[in-house]
C-alpha cells in the first residue's frame, strides 16, 4: 500500500519511493545512452589518473547566483534527486550497477531518495588491506578510531554534468537525469577517494570562472557510468564479477557490454581501486575554501575562487584541448594538452577530432574478441 504526503513523492509501506514513470523512461534512456557511448576497449585505452571518463562540449554563460533562474534550477534539482536516485535504484542495469559500486546499503538509501554515506567504517578486505567499506564484501568492519560514524563527510553526491550554475545553450534542463551522476565525495583521507570535486576544481572551476556572462565554449568531465567509480573493489573477471553480485542480490544481472566495461576500467587502474592522484589534491583543498565559513562574505569568495581557479589553471592546461577557456583565456589553436581525452558534443556523440575520438560502436568480430579477452 502507498503513502502519500501533500507535495511529497509516493512512497510505499517501507518508505521507498516510487519513481514516475516519466522519471524511469528518462533513467532508462540515460542508462542506454551511456552504454552506447564507448566500448570496453576505449575505456581501457583511457587515462588511470581520469579512467572512464571523457569531455562534453557544450557552449555556456555563467547564471547569477543570486537571480531567480538560478534559484528556481536549485528549487528543482531538491524535488527531482530523490525521485532520480530511487529511478536508479529500481532499473534493473541501474540497480546492478548501484550495487556493485555503493553496496546493498548504499542502494537502500538510493530507494528512500537518500545519497549513499560512508557510516560504515573501514574494513580489512579479504586480502588484507584496509580500504573504505560501502561496496566490500565479505569484510570485518572496523570503526574509525575516534570519528563517530554519524559524522562522517564522506558521501556520494549528484553531480551536474554542465553545472547547474551556467545555462548550456542547448537549453537541456540541468537537473535532467542525463546530466547527472551519483559520484563520490568523500573528503577524508586527503581527498584522495574524491572525484567530485577533483572534476569541479581541476575542469569546471577554471573554466568558467571569471566569466562576465559571455557564452564560451565549456568541456566538461562526463563519466561513462551512471554511478562513479563503477566498483572499488578491484575485478578480476566475469566469473569474479557475477559472483559478487550475486552476493549483493541473487536476482541481480548485468549485460555483458556492462560487465566487460567494468572489467576493462579495474584492469586500466592496475586492479587498484581509483584514487584521486596526489598532484591534484592542493588544487581540491583550495576549492573546497570556496565554500568554508571564513568565505562567507563576498569580497573574500571571490578571491577564494580567483586562488584555487590559478592553482588549478596550469594542470587544466594539460587536459583541456585548443579553444576552452583556462581563467578568461582562450587555449590558442596550437595547444597541445599533455593528456588527450575523448570529446562528445551535447548529443553525446563523439567528435570526429583526430586524437580526440575513439569508436563508439564495436564491429561484430570485435565485440567477440572482447567477450573472450575480458573472461
Known amino acids: ?68 533562474e538560478y534559484k528556481k534550477i536549485l528549487k528543482e534539482y531538491e524535488k527531482k534527486r530523490p525521485e532520480f536516485l530511487a529511478a536508479l535504484a529500481n532499473h534493473p542495469v541501474g540497480k546492478s550497477l548501484s550495487l ?59 553531480h551536474h554534468i554542465i553545472q547547474k550554475s551556467v545555462k548550456a545553450k542547448h537549453h537541456r534542463s540541468p537537473n535532467d537525469p542525463e546530466n547527472l551522476v551519483l559520484v563520490q565525495s568523500f573528503r577524508t583521507h586527503n581527498n584522495q577517494f574524491n572525484p567530485h570535486h577533483f572534476w569541479h576544481a581541476l575542469f569546471l ?29 578491484p575485478i578480476h573477471s566475469i566469473e569474479q564479477l557475477r559472483e559478487e553480485l550475486k552476493k549483493l542480490d541473487p536476482q541481480a544481472t548485468l549485460p555483458h557490454s556492462w560487465e566487460n566495461k567494468i572489467i576493462a576500467f579495474s584492469r586500466l587502474l592496475g586492479n587498484q581501486p581509483y584514487r584521486v592522484p596526489a598532484r591534484y589534491r592542493e588544487a581540491i583543498k583550495l576549492y573546497q575554501r570556496i565554500y568554508s565559513k571564513e568565505n562567507k562574505e563576498e569580497n573574500e569568495a571571490v578571491q577564494a575562487r580567483n586562488t584555487a581557479a590559478q592553482e588549478a589553471g596550469p594542470l587544466a592546461k594539460e587536459w583541456l584541448p585548443p579553444g576552452a ?51
Open 205 to 233: 572551476h577554471p573554466q568558467i570562472n571569471g566569466n562576465p556572462g559571455v557564452v564560451q565554449p565549456y568541456y566538461a568531465p562526463r563519466p561513462l557510468f551512471p554511478v562513479y567509480p563503477p566498483v572499488q573493489k
Open 325 to 375: 577557456v583556462v581563467n578568461g583565456q582562450p587555449l590558442p589553436l596550437n595547444h597541445n594538452p599533455k593528456f588527450i581525452l575523448p570529446i562528445v558534443d551535447r548529443a553525446n556523440r563523439i567528435q570526429k577530432e583526430g586524437c580526440n575520438s575513439f569508436p563508439v560502436a564495436p564491429k561484430k568480430n570485435k565485440q567477440r574478441k572482447e567477450a573472450i579477452f575480458y573472461r
Open 100 to 158: 556493485l559500486a555503493v553496496g546493498k546499503e548504499g542502494v537502500e538509501m538510493m530507494r528512500k531518495g537518500k545519497v549513499p554515506k560512508l557510516n560504515l567504517g573501514t574494513i580489512v578486505d579479504d586480502d588484507g588491506i584496509r580500504r573504505n567499506a560501502i561496496a566490500f564484501y565479505n569484510v570485518r568492519r572496523l570503526k574509525p578510531p575516534g570519528q563517530s560514524q554519524k559524522n562522517s563527510r564522506d558521501c556520494y553526491n549528484c
Open 1 to 68: 500500500m502507498s503513502k502519500k504526503k501533500k507535495g511529497s513523492l509516493l512512497r510505499n509501506s517501507h518508505g521507498y519511493i516510487i519513481p514516475s514513470q516519466e522519471m524511469l523512461f528518462k533513467v532508462d534512456q540515460m542508462i542506454r545512452k551511456l552504454d552506447k557511448l564507448s566500448t570496453p576497449q576505449s575505456i581501457l585505452q583511457g587515462n588511470p589518473e581520469v579512467p572512464g571518463i571523457v569531455l562534453e562540449r557544450s557552449m555556456v554563460s555563467p547564471l547569477d547566483r543570486k537571480g531567480k
